[in-house]
């Protein structure tokens, strides 16, 4: 019997100007453990540049600088955990980054603004040339038994009917999907184990690795979990679980950032 060991990246919603250190640590992490599988659950561009919620830009010269200031910063923030990974020369796990629906919102505005077109590059685009499998939104990707995808909206009777809408919970996801599944976009942490007759079937709803604040949640909205996912021993949908908090990664990574710091000053 083949087990595998995955670790999942949830949302990390990168954009100018917010800390990005983490995904250092998170490289180094991962270089450490060494998962076979690596999934990043999606939303890494936030590109608020482009949200629905702020229509004040009209498509032109500023709009598009702006795209591109969100776009570099999301590439910047994948590359330092990609550095990490590049000095392990005898590493060389799956890698596999989900579009998000903040990632969606590229194709949308390029599909609104056919002009724009060539203009500017798609955030997938980088990550493909750094060797991650790049999985189109809502399509689920199945690895060992597990299928991931930024959210699933299936409704409770079975049918897709709202694709702008994730599962309510955790709960929710695995049994309608009726398969092990997990999702990002939500922030925190949901899992749920629902006992089937050929074993377990579990469901998860993290969507949560950055350390910024968002300001729609409100100071009330801010005390959710944030962090990296390890599955141990993932075998035809069933693993163990194991929870590495963003807390638990800035003190074991962190001081090794600020000695290098002080050296190069």
């Known amino acids: 019997m083949t087990y595998t060991k995955h670790l999942i990246i949830p949302d990390t919603q990168v954009k100018p100007d917010v800390p990005v250190s983490h995904l250092d640590w998170a490289g180094q992490y991962i270089v450490e453990k060494r998962p076979d599988v690596i999934v990043h659950l999606g939303d890494h561009w936030d590109l608020p540049s482009l949200s629905s919620y702020d229509k004040s830009d ?7 600088q702006r795209i591109k200031a969100d776009l570099e910063a999301g590439d910047r923030a994948l590359d330092l955990l990609e550095a990490r990974l590049a000095k392990a020369s005898d590493y060389r796990p799956r890698k596999i980054i989900l579009i998000g629906n903040h990632e969606q919102r590229f194709d949308r505005f390029i599909l609104a603004n056919p002009q724009l077109d060539g203009l500017l590059t798609p955030p997938w685009y980088h990550a493909a040339a750094l060797g991650w499998e790049v999985i189109s939104f809502l399509e689920p990707v ?9 959210y699933f909206c299936r409704s409770a009777n079975g049918s897709v009917v709202n694709s ?5 919970s955790a709960r929710a996801q695995v049994n309608r999907e009726m398969r092990s599944c997990t999702a990002g976009h939500k922030q925190g942490l949901d899992v749920h184990i629902q006992p089937v007759g050929d074993g377990m079937k579990r469901g998860i709803i993290a969507g949560s690795f950055y350390q910024h604040e968002e300001a729609y949640l409100t100071p009330q909205g801010t005390s959710y979990w944030r962090g990296l996912l390890v599955k141990h021993e993932v075998h035809q949908g069933n693993y163990n679980l194991m929870e590495v908090s963003m807390d638990y990664l800035k ?3 962190q001081p090794a950032v600020a000695r290098r710091l002080r050296r190069v000053a």
């Open 251 to 253: 003190r074991k990574f």
């Open 142 to 150: 199945v690895v060992d038994g597990v299928a991931y995808c930024h």
């Open 58 to 64: 009209k498509p032109g010269l500023y709009a598009t």
């Open 164 to 168: 702008k809408r994730g599962a309510p």
